[in-house]
């Protein structure tokens, strides 16, 4: 094996790894940002199920995890939300809809790109590992 083979072969190889990991990661992204869709979603068919409920009317509240409890509602105009770093606020749940459904729709295009990042990355590998597997033939090839 010549030393120029050697260093292919060793480049390709760390590119491999290197790819492995960024495969990774962003497929640990995209469940992180898929846990986030899944619970504003809860939240959203929450809000969808307050619409048109009545003060003192009971009801079962979704909170997560398939986990529902009963619930005597106090007000369905206004609802309290989160909004990061301990943060909360009242708003009316119109309002609150309409934000929930921005944050949807941005937390999908980042998930689809997310996904696109994802496909080509393992098509970059791939081509690496038949890139590797080629330049392992051809020399072993030259050692016999």
Known sequence: MTEE?????RRV???????????ERKGQQMIRVKA??????????????????????????????????????VDSKKVTRHIGKGISIQQDATDAKKSIED???SLEKQYDSLAQEYQQLLGWSSKL????Q??????????E
């Open 5 to 9: 083979q050697e260093n292919l072969l």
């Open 13 to 23: 190889y760390a590119e491999q790894q290197m790819a492995s990991t960024t495969i």
């Open 36 to 73: 986030y869709l899944d619970n504003y979603h809860v939240g959203l068919l929450v809000l969808e199920e307050l619409r048109g409920k009545k003060r003192g009317e009971e009801m079962l509240m979704n909170v997560g995890g398939e986990i529902y409890v009963h619930a005597k509602l």
């Open 103 to 105: 944050i949807v729709s």
């Open 129 to 132: 590992g038949t890139q590797f």
């Open 134 to 143: 080629q330049l392992a033939t051809e020399i072993q090839k030259q050692e």
